[in-house]
């Protein structure tokens, strides 16, 4: 048998029949940074590379026995979290996490679909979920959905990590800017920006991919700014190297290397 055991990654997240997004999407870029990825499954969807028509989530007790069953048996050394679907599996994930508060947490908050549609308040991620978070990954529209009251995106990641959170990484894509500009923000500063060629097309699944290869290189026990980069370099290559598998949104090829 295989001595060396690849880190172990829990996802919470909906299933996307595409394959575009949520865990098919986790799953590998968790695989391409070297992680074995241990799914949670929060919704059914409904939905195609242009958009959700549907989702249907657990309750929040299947969501909790799902990750109880996991944490019991294998060693865990990172948390992802995406779609949530309803407060109560809000609820039923910020149980599971205050039970293991020494496991990092890396939230990204699908607050709605590549084609619009909303799929989840925010009001009860930032009470709940982000005063046990490590870092947030929202791009700027969703920062500016949790932040309401201030069109800064620097006064809004502060209010974001005054919830709680470590660090908040704001992605830049949907901003009018020639480049692609991610900030990283820590300890109620900015710490870094990057600057990224903006790519022609536009992509389903690509906050999963950002989110999830983040988790995979801390879970390889990377400090902040080397994995924030690091995920940001895969994520861009996996988009430069997307293909159109449908009739909406390019997919990204997390699988390139």
């Given at each position: 048998m295989e001595t060396t055991q690849p880190p172990i990654?829990?996802?919470?997240?909906?299933?996307?029949?595409?394959g575009g997004a949520?865990?098919?999407a986790d799953i590998q870029a968790l695989a391409s940074q070297g992680c074995h990825t241990a799914p949670v499954?929060?919704?059914?969807t409904i939905q195609d590379t242009h958009n959700v028509f549907e989702k249907i989530p657990l309750s929040g007790e299947t969501v909790v026995a799902q990750a109880e069953a996991v944490l019991n048996d294998m060693p865990i050394s990172a948390c992802k979290i995406g779609l949530l679907g309803n407060v109560e599996i809000v609820e039923a994930i910020q149980h599971v996490l205050l039970k293991h508060p020494h496991i990092p947490v890396i939230l990204d908050p699908v607050l709605a679909a590549g084609g619009g549609q909303s799929l989840m308040q925010g009001d009860a991620i930032l009470t709940k979920l982000l005063p046990l978070t490590n870092i947030i990954t929202p791009n700027s529209l969703e920062c500016r959905t949790l932040a309401p009251h201030t069109k800064s995106l620097d006064k809004a990641a502060i209010q974001l990590m005054n919830h709680g959170c470590q660090y908040i990484c704001i992605t830049g894509t949907h901003e009018n800017t020639?480049?692609?500009?991610n900030t990283l923000y820590g300890h109620g500063q900015k710490i870094d920006s990057w600057s990224w060629t903006r790519l022609p097309y536009s992509y389903h699944g690509s906050g999963c991919t950002f989110a999830a290869s983040l988790a995979g290189v801390l879970a390889q026990g990377k400090d902040m700014l080397t994995a924030v980069y690091s995920a940001q370099e895969y994520t861009w290559k996996s988009l430069q190297r997307g293909y159109q598998a449908g009739q909406g949104q390019a997919l990204p090829n997390r699988l390139w290397k």
């Open positions: 990654v829990l996802v919470f997240a909906g299933n996307d029949p595409s949520g865990l098919c499954v929060t919704c059914l020639p480049l692609v500009i």
